[in-house]
Structure formats: C-alpha cells, structure tokens
C-alpha cells in the first residue's frame, strides 16, 4: 500500500516536473549567476533534479513484472 | 594536421566497429541486436550517442546563435524530462515483449499486435520516409563540418561521402554489436570533446565574463527570442524518441529489464554535459562572428573552432563533431536494413528463394541504396539542420499514440491504429508544405509547433476509431497483456 502511494505521488512529481519546465518568473532576466545566464542556470538544476526524480522512480516504482518476465523465459 | 586527425578518428572507428565482427555469433539474432547482451554502461553510451546528432551539436550552436540560451530549454532540458521517462515506461516494456516474442523490429510488434499485413506495411513505409531526412541531417554535417575546418580544401560533398562510406562498412561488417562498440567510443569522445572545446574556445575570447559582456542581452534570456507557446508545445517534439526505429532495437539489445535502470537515472547528466557547451557557443559566437543568416549559422561552432583552436585541437574538435554524427548515422542505417530484411524480404516469403546469404546481401543493398539517396539529396538541399530535423520528429512524434495504445490499451483495434497513421501522414503533408519555408514556422503565428496539433489528432483518431470498430480478439490480448506464469 505504502510502496503505491509513493509511486503515485513520484508519477504527480514527473507531471509537476513538466510545469516547472516552464520557467516564466526567469522570462525576462538576463541576469547571471555563478558566471551563467539565470535561465540557463535554472535549466542545469532542472536537468539535475530529473536525475534525481528517475533515480527514486527507479527505486521505488520499479515495473518489477517485467523482471519476472526475463526469468521465465531464461527458465525456457 | 587537422584532416590528419580526422582521418585518424575515423581509421579507429572503423577498426573498432569491425573488429568487433570477432564476436558475431553468425544468427540473425546476433547481427541486428547483439544476442540481447548489452549491459548498462554501453546501453547509456549507445542510447545517448544514438539520440545526439548533428542536430545536438551544429544545430543546437546554431539556433543558439539567433535564439539565445532559451533553446537549452527548448530541446535540451525537455528532453532530459521526456526521454528518461520514455524509457521507464515504454523502453522497458518494449524490451520484455521483444524477448518474449522475439521481436526484432518495431514493425512486427505492431502487425502482430494488431494481426494486420497492410498495417505493418504501411507503418514501414512510413518510418523509412520519415529517417530519410533524419539521416540527411548527418550526411550534411559532414559535409558542413570539415569544408569549414578546412578552409573549403575538402568540399562538402568529400566529407558526407566519408561519413557514408565509413558507417556502411562498419555497419555492415560489425552489426548491432560493432554499432553499439562504436557508439560507446564515439559518445565519450563528443562528450569530453565537447568540454574540451567549450574551455579552449572560451579561454581564447577571454574568459566567460568578457565573452558574455560581448553579447546581445536578449539572448541571455528567453523573452524575446522564444514564445511561451512555442516552449509549451515543444516538449512533444522528444517524445519522437519513443517511436525512433533504431531506438528501438537499441531498446531490445538490453541483457535484462534492469540494464535500463542507469540509462534512465544518468540520461539527464548526460544531456546536460552535451547541451551546455552547444549553447553556450552559440551564443557567444554571436557575439564574435557577426552577420551568419538562416541556416548559414549551423557552421557556428566549426567557424569558432578554425578561429581559436586550429590545428591538432581542430581536428579533435571536427572528429568530436562527426563522432556524434556517425553514432546516429550508424544505428538509424542498422534499423532501417533490419527492418527491409524482417519485414519486407522474410515476412513476404522472398526469402524462400533466396539464400541466406542473399538475403543479407538485398538488406545491404538497400541500406546503400539508402544512403545514396540520401547522399545525393544532401548535395541538393540547403536548409537549415535544424529544422529539418524538427520535421522529422514531429511525424515520430505524433505516431508515438500508436504505441501508447499497443502497449497500455487493449482496447485499441487497427482499423484505430490505421487511422492514426493515415492522420499523421495527411497533417504532416499539409503542415510541412505550409510551413517548410518560413523559418520558425508555427501555427497561426501563435507559437504553437504543429507536433501539438497532429500528435493530439493522431491520438483522437486512435481513440475514436477503436470505440467504433470491433473490440480485438481474445487470443490476441491474451498474447500481449496475459500476466507471465
């Protein structure tokens, strides 16, 4: 029970990843930071952060049927 | 020096890919997917190589060059959403139905998922007409890359024929696991020379402060240069991923279910290590090289790299650039020719009066063929890369709902699947000879990519077609969505 909860809510993460792709309080900043542009720099962290997100999916909402289904047909 | 050390790049490829021919196994099974034994290091190294092309590398500087850093956005980190997402959802299960059945092409999936010949055929045809520009964007790369770096000693049309001549024989010597070798090879020879050259080129403008100072500001952020539609509405453009034939055969070349898990985790890192350095020089390059119009800005990076870094450098440089070509190159021109062989040559029977042999030399002629066509088209055409490529993965795309449906809907019928492919044909026709002329072209002017429009008709179609016809048979759910025992 408590293993699907989590995977619903790592499949919400995924869906509130794709919203905050959309970086418009960045729009108009041309401002750097760490020696890069902002928008460039929040998109880096965005790249991270999805590193992140796929390693707990992964982890925790693994489609583990399909492990299953390699070792029958190795059996075979 | 500098072609010294392309040549050299490109003699190393080709002992690598061929030498790799040590280890064939002589089946089938053995040439088009490396007897499904590929672990989890190279599986990201071939998947990622597979996916960076010269749209990645020349496209990506040159679009940068007139838009800014927002296409980092646009292409780079949406594609470190969408991808690895693909894979855990999609990849996976693709690879446990292709050992199941034993499956080799995208194309037997689907007739036998839908028990439909002409629904095969017309998806073959299709995907094959949909790679032909995909392919072309690399044979131009080519081609671009080492006339510039040359000062125009080699001509264009030299190096696309190199390019060429190079992945057929590695190709066809090597199959999937001589593709997949150099594939490993090649991503982390761009990946560290992409680094390499970002830091050499920016170290000779001065350091990254002065560079930037040089800058048009609007291309320091999105503003101005990216709609906020065009950014929403792109994200469908990775999901062409999902419905590349050469991905998926990389798919199925995985040892096990669990190979994905590194390529799904690093993916993102990966595509952040190549995007960066792209980019970031096509912006910056605006600032040094003034006046590039249109397509002419594709040339970006090389023209930076023959004005700071010439010699050795250079040519480490150009063989970075075509290393993420061939990667792609090679693999789309393995997907293709398997493809012809299963799908055309023994799924009709030809094969009965052919000999083994025979066979393996038809699909090798038609991947020559192939690639002569597309050869002869790149000494033609002169479009930008980019948006040739944007054309190609809208119709990848938006045939993605068929797949979603094979794999998640038993529901779904083929006359839905039928409907699907014959509404992505009909809108792209209609959205590309509307649009192939206007640079950054979207609908209305409003800043939505037509992907959006024929991807949710392709689905549409899918949906209300299935609900109309007769619900598949039990035998055939029962193949594909039975639970294993």
């Known amino acids: 029970m408590k293993n699907s909860r ?42 991270v952060a999805m590193a992140v997100l796929m390693a707990m999916l992964v982890k925790y909402a693994w489609p583990s049927q399909l492990e299953i289904e390699k070792d029958d047909s190795v059996d075979k | ?113 839908w028990n439909s010949d002409n629904l095969g ?37 030299v190096g696309g024929l190199l390019v060429c001549g190079v992945v057929v024989v590695y190709v066809c010597f090597g199959g999937m696991r001589g ?17 390499v050259t970002f830091f050499a080129i920016v170290g000779k403008m001065g350091g990254l402060s002065n560079a930037l100072a040089r800058v048009d500001q609007d291309l320091l952020m999105q503003a101005n240069r990216i709609r906020p539609l065009e950014l929403m509405t792109y994200i469908f453009i990775p999901v062409s991923v999902g419905m590349f034939p050469h991905i998926f055969m990389h798919w199925l070349t995985a040892k096990s279910a669990r190979t994905f898990r590194y390529p799904i985790i690093f993916y993102p890192v990966c595509v952040a290590v190549v995007w960066i350095p792209s980019v970031l020089l096509g912006v910056l390059g605006s600032g040094d090289i003034t006046g590039l119009e249109g397509p002419q800005a594709n040339t970006i ?8 870094a010439p010699g050795i450098l250079a040519g480490f440089l150009a063989a970075g650039v075509f290393a993420a070509i061939m990667s792609s190159l090679d693999s789309q021109t393995l997907a293709i020719g398997s493809m012809f062989t299963h799908d055309i040559v023994r799924h009709y029977g030809f094969h009965n009066q052919m000999s083994e042999k025979h066979q393996v030399l038809v699909g090798r002629l038609f991947v020559v063929g192939l690639l002569a066509v597309t050869y002869v088209l790149s000494l033609i055409s002169n479009r930008s890369i980019f948006k040739l490529a944007v054309w190609s993965f809208t119709g990848f795309a938006s045939l993605f ?6 794999l998640f809907w ?73 639970a294993p025992s």
């Open chain 2, 1 to 113: 020096m500098t072609v010294f050390v392309i040549f050299t790049y490109l003699a190393l490829v080709l002992i690598v890919g061929t030498v790799s021919h040590r280890f064939f196994r002589g089946t089938g099974e053995d040439y088009f997917v490396a007897s499904r034994t590929i672990g989890p290091f190279v599986l990201l190294m071939s998947l990622f190589g597979t996916n960076m092309t010269a749209f990645s590398i020349l496209g990506a500087s040159g679009e940068a060059y007139h838009k800014g850093i927002g296409v980092f956005a646009l292409m780079g980190s949406s594609s470190a959403l969408i991808i690895p997402t693909i894979f855990f959802f999609v990849g996976t299960r693709l690879w446990a139905i292709g050992k199941r059945h034993g499956y080799l092409t995208q194309v037997q999936y689907i007739r036998e998922r």
């Open chain 2, 410 to 482: 038993k529901r779904s019928t083929k006359y839905g699947a039928f409907a699907s492919i014959v509404s992505v044909v009909v809108l792209w026709t209609f959205f590309f000879f509307r649009g192939w002329q206007t640079p950054g072209y979207t609908i209305g002017d409003t800043g939505i990519m037509p992907v959006t429009v024929v991807f949710a008709a392709s689905a549409l179609a899918m949906v209300i077609v299935s609900l109309l016809t007769k619900p598949p048979e039990g035998n055939i759910l029962r193949k594909f969505f039975a």
């Open chain 1, 6 to 47: 989590i995977r619903w809510i790592l499949y919400l993460a995924l869906i509130a990843m794709y919203l905050l792709h959309k970086d418009f309080w960045f729009w108009r900043n041309p401002a750097l930071v760490i020696g890069l542009p902002v928008g460039l720099v929040y998109h880096i962290a965005f790249c």
């Open chain 2, 121 to 157: 055929l017309l998806l073959f045809v299709v995907l094959v007409a949909l790679v032909v520009p995909y392919l072309l964007i690399g044979v131009m790369g080519g081609g671009d890359t080492l006339a510039v770096i040359t000062d125009g000693q080699i001509p264009k049309w």
């Open chain 2, 301 to 308: 990076l090389v023209q930076l790299i023959s004005r700071y």
């Open chain 2, 179 to 195: 593709t997949v070798w150099a594939n490993t090879l090649q991503t982390l020879v761009f990946m560290t020379l992409g680094a």
């Open chain 2, 401 to 406: 709902p068929i797949l979603l449906a094979a």
